[in-house]
């Protein structure tokens, strides 16, 4: 009799051993994609008619206005899979000074760190890269 409840106490000990190992491998492997995204994108905006260039700090999903612009930065990620991580970045840039309605944005697209003419930012006066995603 002894054997039996010793037999039946092994399966549910096991099962649940199984069930919890699942979850945690579920949960770190899911901690870990999300923890390639940042919160914050570093960007160089290059003013074409002076010359200058200004390094920008934004918030992922916030807006911030830097003279006649207003970019807003959806997502950021740092891929770790190559010798050579890829940082990318998804921004939206509209043009404050165009009040033409058909071109609601002058940039919305992703960006990328090691090959910013893939997709291009077209502006007659600003230039933009990205240089940083944490």
Request: charged share 25%; with cysteine; net charge positive.
């Amino acid at each position: 009799m002894n054997l039996k409840k010793n037999i039946k106490a092994g399966k549910v000990n096991f099962l649940k051993f199984f069930i919890i190992t699942i979850i945690l491998i579920y949960n770190s492997s899911f901690s870990s994609l999300l923890a390639n995204d940042g919160n914050f994108i570093e960007i160089k905006i290059l003013d074409k008619v002076s010359s200058k260039n200004n390094i920008l700090k934004l918030k992922i999903g916030k807006e911030m206005k830097f003279k006649n612009l207003l970019i807003k930065s959806l997502r950021c990620k740092n891929s770790e899979f190559d010798d050579n991580p890829e940082i990318t970045a998804y921004i939206q840039v509209k043009d404050l000074t165009n009040k033409n309605n058909d071109e609601v944005f002058v940039f919305n697209g992703w960006t990328f760190y090691s090959s910013p003419s893939l997709k291009p930012f077209d502006h007659p006066i600003y230039d933009i890269w990205l240089i940083k995603c944490y």
